[in-house]
């Protein structure tokens, strides 16, 4: 009796997927992409401050708004910077260490400080590279409000889907 050639069989096809589902992940995709844009920018942003100004992002940026309101206190910076005041002291701490900020006891209230910058300090405004407050805070701020608003909303959505500690909204970007 000749044998017969066994028969290969097709592989399974694949599930198919609906045009919906497909376009859905496409477009999870590009908005992935769109974050990535936009993370690196501001990694590359505060990479080049360090390079150029030898300060972390968000140390250039609390020494820029000290230099925009000399004997601004603590509780002023954190406000300015949108920040925690214990994260405002931290950077103010690292500021004084390199010799670029002093702080000085009120005359009146011997409780608050005032804070200023020392010449080393506006050498290194000088030849920082801008925007002092990072490219993401000056990219924002040239949006229209209806932008914005609804960037906040969209973005309030994102969070609570990540289930994210909203406290990490008061660490700046390019903190060490």
């Known amino acids: ?43 590359s942003h505060f990479r080049a401050v360090e390079k150029k100004a030898g300060l972390a992002g968000a140390q250039l940026w609390a020494l ?4 925009q309101a000399p004997g601004l206190g603590m509780n002023e910076l954190a406000a300015a910077m949108d920040v925690h005041q214990s994260t405002a002291s931290n950077l103010v701490r690292a500021l004084v260490a390199q010799e670029l900020v002093a702080v000085r006891k009120d005359a009146a209230d011997r409780r608050t400080v005032q804070l200023h910058v020392l010449p080393a300090g ?51 970007l390019g903190q060490p």
Request: cysteine-free.
């Open 1 to 43: 009796m000749a044998r017969m050639p066994a028969r290969k069989s097709a592989p399974p096809a694949a599930p198919r997927v609906p045009a919906s589902a497909a376009r859905h992940a496409e477009s999870a995709a590009r908005v992935l992409r769109q974050f990535r844009i936009v993370f690196n920018t501001v990694k």
């Open 64 to 67: 820029s708004v000290i230099r």
């Open 122 to 172: 506006s050498r290194v405004l000088r030849r920082a590279p801008g925007p002092l407050a990072g490219v993401l805070p000056a990219a924002l701020a040239d949006l229209d409000p209806r932008t914005l608003l609804r960037l906040e909303r969209d973005l309030a959505r994102l969070i609570t889907a990540l289930n994210a500690d909203e406290e990490a909204g008061s660490i700046p």
